[in-house]
């Protein structure tokens, strides 16, 4: 079962995606373990991506592919995979199915957890982190037995950059200018699974079971 998780920051694939990956046995993959792996180990791959971070750019789209590539085809994919974050373009779409069908190979599905965009706002404005120790909560969700407190080691509570409202608005807005297009070029192929991701973590995961489970 070969798998992409669709859907914006915040939206929960992620969570999903290794819900899924445990459940049917297959890796879960994301394009940001594949360059710190290729770059740990010095790859070729690996040394060609690291020039164009070390300078702040992007990986071109043909070389994040081909890594992509190098890692499907490792043995443990033999049986499918999920890929959370890759494509996030049209463009690596396009390259991802050409060179997917260079192998004899093709997406099943294309999962796309939708919430709404004021939902996205309010759950990561509620996100708090503990600087000291990792511990995660959340306001509404998971809070701190105190008030801005870690539970776990007594630090104050931060909110993140990436949790900040405006730079979840900005993040929002570039998903839907370079990623929401996804949607409507995996649904031409009759790929796309639309799921509420509204509803509480399990219900979504067992809603996406239902309908790629085998």
């Known amino acids: 079962m070969k798998i992409i998780m669709l859907g914006a920051p915040g939206a929960g694939k992620g969570t999903q995606a290794k ?15 594949i360059f710190r792996a290729n770059i740990k180990n010095g790859t070729d791959l690996g040394k060609k991506a690291k020039e164009y971070m070390d300078k702040g750019a992007l990986v071109p789209d043909e070389l994040t592919v081909d890594l992509v590539m190098d890692r499907l ?16 373009t049209i463009n690596q779409a396009e390259k991802l199915t050409e ?6 190979g093709e997406i099943d599905y294309a999962v796309n957890v939708d919430v709404p965009d004021a939902s996205i706002v309010h759950r990561m404005a509620g996100r708090r982190v503990c600087p000291a120790c990792g511990a995660s ?6 809070p701190p037995k105190k008030e801005g407190i870690c539970d776990r080691c007594g ?3 931060i909110i993140r950059d990436d949790d900040k409202e405006e730079t ?4 929002l807005s570039v998903y839907h200018a370079q990623t929401s297009p996804l949607i ?10 639309d799921i509420d991701g509204t509803m509480p973590v399990d ?4 809603a996406i079971v239902e309908k790629v489970g085998e």
């Open 184 to 193: 409507e070029y995996y649904g031409t192929k009759n790929l796309v699974v």
């Open 168 to 171: 979840v608005m900005h993040r």
């Open 99 to 104: 060179a997917l069908s260079t192998h004899g």
């Open 19 to 33: 819900k899924l990956a445990d459940k049917f046995g297959i890796p879960h993959i994301s394009t940001g373990d």
């Open 73 to 88: 085809a490792q043995p443990d994919c033999e049986h499918g995979y999920i890929l959370d974050g890759f494509p996030r």
């Open 155 to 157: 630090a104050e509570l």
């Open 137 to 142: 909560f959340h306001i509404e969700h998971i």
């Open 203 to 206: 219900d979504v995961f067992n």
